[in-house]
Nanobody, 123 residues
Framework: QVQLVESGGGLVQAGGSLRLSCAAS????????MGWFRQAPGKEREFVAR????????YYTDSVKGRFTISRDNVKNSVYLQMNSLKPEETAVYYC????????????????WGQGTQVTVSS
């Protein structure tokens, strides 16, 4: 079992930045693909970014490319999401997740989830 705890959410003005963190409780952290997802009220959970086991490869949904950066620290068992130039439509609960498929953006391929952290972007 892997427990994930997100932090770093909050209220930010449009154009601002936030850095989300996710701490994992497993010693096998480097065996998991890590992803970030978000879910706005009334909408389905959507993929944001993922990073492979060593951090050598990352992938982003088109709408965040060039603005968001996912990274991980396998010593600290943590994954991060740096979000720049935030937009009001990106207001959502952001979740980190651990899985095993390095090519998937589907929530179904991620086995463990954090409780989420709220990000609110004001206009």
């Amino acid at each position: 079992q892997v427990q994930l705890v997100e932090s770093g959410g909050g209220l930010v003005q449009a154009g601002g930045s936030l850095r989300l963190s996710c701490a994992a409780s497993t010693r096998k952290f480097n065996e998991y693909i890590m992803g970030w997802f978000r879910q706005a009220p009334g909408k389905e959970r959507e993929f944001v970014a993922r990073i492979t086991w060593t951090g050598s490869s990352t992938y982003y949904t088109d709408s965040v490319k060039g603005r968001f950066t996912i990274s991980r620290d396998n010593v600290k068992n943590s994954v991060y999401l740096q979000m720049n130039s935030l937009k009001p439509e990106e207001t959502a609960v952001y979740y980190c997740a651990a899985g095993g498929n390095p090519f998937s953006e589907s929530p179904r391929d991620y086995s463990f989830w954090g409780q989420g952290t709220q990000v609110t972007v004001s206009s």
